[in-house]
């Protein structure tokens, strides 16, 4: 398995086994995801993209199979080392941005280091570098409140960049977003990929952005086509 | 993340209040019940403290006396250390009405008994206190041994009507002969908060057996060598005699303490039901908090903060509440009992314990209310939060 970044192997996700509302997310899905490539799921709802996003990420647990990140089989781990996995090797970009409402763009962005012990120097060397980085120098001591969709969805990803991880999972990041501004979100993120060769995965209904895509992963009813 | 756990605390500001309050009350109450307990104890102390450590010895047959052998042997006991007889004479009733000449009138007695208390004049710095002075006239000096003078306590003086001058008739009976005998008023002590001492009427002990023909010897005071030994040495003179029935102040003091500390635990038993309501608030809060912000908990779950992150950022949030209210119900509890004491005669005591406790109980009630919130925000499932909300 020492092929991708990514390997997920045989992997089955039901939930409710055993009850009438038994239900099968996922159905044998065998994928490899290199270093450094940008890769897009696509599907219809309830086609299984969020629950494979879930296991990649370490926050659901496969009923079947197993999700290998960097040649760790993840259900090796306890809760305590998949916590710091995600931390370290993973960063999200949700579509809701999620960013804590209380908190402005620079301890948003330090967040995970803070989770992760970085000093106080550190932290601030690195959150100036990413505000600049995502083009928010400025809006350092903006609360999410005061910014407006698309700056607060680069101050996320920012966020998902703060402990320099080697995957950025995105789960439809432009879905809150107009079409200008996602696709500016999308630039952004192609950029992280290619410049930083960060490995991106980009769950999407929007066949333009899986298009760019080194390639496409196309889900329905929990298998790939 | 403490100043996360801060930044939180603050959000709903008029939610937080209300907890905090609701804490402060009750802190603020025990402190204050308690700082009014220290002022009864010491009250208590203060009171006895000065005879506490005297053994009273009572002859059990009055006639009879305590006889010289039993004096003796009291003297060798353990921890004595002195042994100072008291005399006690009681004016019967016929002779109650004194007479107190001044300016060549009678002036009338007054209602009740006096009595006469014999005493060695070098032992009346003892009995009745070195600090306290004669208000007027003087007290007994050894020249008085054998001189029929008395020195009167505040209260024996005021309801008799007596002055510095005034002399007393004392009866003396003998064989259905009266004589009267005449004891000038030397002096007049003041007012020492002891009835026994302010009801008093000392006189020179050599003076009365000599009067009486009696060398009857009714009660004793015994000084003991160190406090400590108070109620092992009492023990031993009742084991000793059983002429003579020992007893002890600090046996009264213990039993007063021990019904004030029952009282004491009744006090703080509202308080504590008062700081559990609190703490109920608290919880409520907490939880309420917790609920409001679960996707903020699932998110940084998701980002990577690990269970006890959260667990211990929501307890800290929790334990901020209860402090904050501790701090408040310390100045409550502070400005109450300071206002209690300038405004009465009662004088409460904040001691340094009261406020350790009253800080330390406000932390233990916020981490313990916080204990349900904090684990439950910790074990929320990040994709359902996250799903659904």
């Known amino acids: 398995m020492s092929e991708g970044v990514i390997v997920c192997d045989g992997l089955v996700k039901t939930y409710n086994a055993g009850k009438l509302n038994e239900f099968t997310a996922l159905k044998n899905i065998n994928l490899t995801i290199k270093e450094g490539e940008y890769v897009s799921i696509m599907g219809p709802s309830g086609s299984g993209k969020s629950t494979l996003l879930n296991l990649i990420s370490c926050l659901d647990s496969p009923t079947k199979g197993e999700v290998y990140l960097d040649e760790t089989g993840i259900s090796t781990l306890n809760d305590l080392e998949k916590s710091r996995l995600r931390r370290e090797k993973l960063g999200f970009v949700f579509q809701k941005f999620n960013l804590i409402p209380t908190m402005t763009s620079f301890e948003n962005i330090e967040l995970p280091m803070r989770f992760k012990g970085t000093s106080l120097k550190e932290r601030k060397k690195k959150v100036k570098e990413l505000l600049s980085l995502v083009g928010l120098a400025a809006k350092s001591a903006n609360k999410p409140t005061e910014m407006s969709g698309g700056e607060q969805q680069r101050v996320a990803v920012a966020r998902a960049l703060a402990n320099n991880p080697k995957i950025i999972l995105a789960d439809e990041p432009t879905g809150n977003l107009d079409t200008e501004t996602g696709k500016k979100i999308i630039e952004l993120l192609m950029k992280l990929n290619r410049e930083e060769k960060r490995t991106l995965i980009i769950v999407t209904h929007d066949s333009k952005i899986a298009e760019k895509s080194d390639y496409l992963i196309k889900l329905l009813d929990g298998r790939v086509i | ?389």
């Open chain 2, 1 to 389: 993340m403490i100043d996360v756990a801060l930044k939180n605390v603050f959000r709903q500001k008029i939610r937080s209040s209300l907890t905090i309050l609701g804490i402060a009350m009750g802190i603020g109450l025990i402190l204050a019940l308690g700082a009014i307990g220290e002022g009864l104890n010491n009250q208590i102390e203060e009171s006895f403290g000065d005879v506490a450590g005297v053994i009273d010895v009572r002859a059990v047959d009055n006639d009879e006396g305590i006889s010289e052998d039993v004096i003796e042997g009291i003297k060798y006991i353990d921890g004595v250390d002195e042994v100072i007889p008291v005399g006690s004479f009681h004016i019967t009733q016929s002779t109650r009405r004194f007479t107190g000449m001044m300016g060549g009138k009678i002036l009338g007695g007054g209602g009740s008994t006096l009595t006469f208390t014999g005493i060695y004049p070098p032992d009346q710095d003892y009995l009745i206190g070195e600090q306290i002075i004669a208000e007027e006239g003087r007290k007994l000096d050894d020249s008085d041994d054998g001189e029929f003078v008395v020195l009167l306590g505040s209260s024996a003086a005021e309801t008799q009507f007596l002055n510095i001058g005034d002399e007393i008739e004392y009866e003396r009976r003998e064989d259905d002969k009266t004589e009267s005998f005449y004891f000038q008023v030397v002096g007049i002590l003041e007012e020492t908060g002891d009835s026994d001492i302010d009801n008093a009427a000392y006189v020179p002990l050599a003076t009365m057996q000599e009067l009486e023909d009696d060398d009857t010897i009714t009660s004793l005071k015994v000084k003991i060598t160190d406090i400590e030994l108070v109620e092992e040495v009492t023990q031993d003179i009742n084991d000793y005699s059983e002429e003579a029935k020992a007893f002890s102040f600090l046996t009264v003091v213990r039993q007063l303490e021990s019904t004030l500390g029952t009282i004491q635990l009744a006090v703080y038993g509202i308080g504590a039901i008062s700081l559990l309501v609190g703490g109920i608030g608290i919880m409520n809060t907490m939880i309420m908090s917790v609920m409001e912000r679960r996707r903020e908990i699932g998110v940084m779950k998701a980002i990577g903060a690990t269970t006890t992150t959260i667990l211990i950022q929501v307890l800290q949030e929790s334990a901020f509440l209860s402090l904050i209210g501790g701090f408040i119900g310390l100045m409550l509890g502070y400005t109450s009992t300071s206002l209690i004491t300038r405004y009465t005669a009662f004088t409460t005591i904040m001691t340094p314990e009261l406020v350790i406790m009253g800080l330390g109980f406000s932390l233990v009630l916020g981490m313990g209310a916080g204990l349900y919130p904090a684990w439950s925000a910790s074990r929320l499932d990040p994709i359902e939060v996250l799903r659904y909300e």
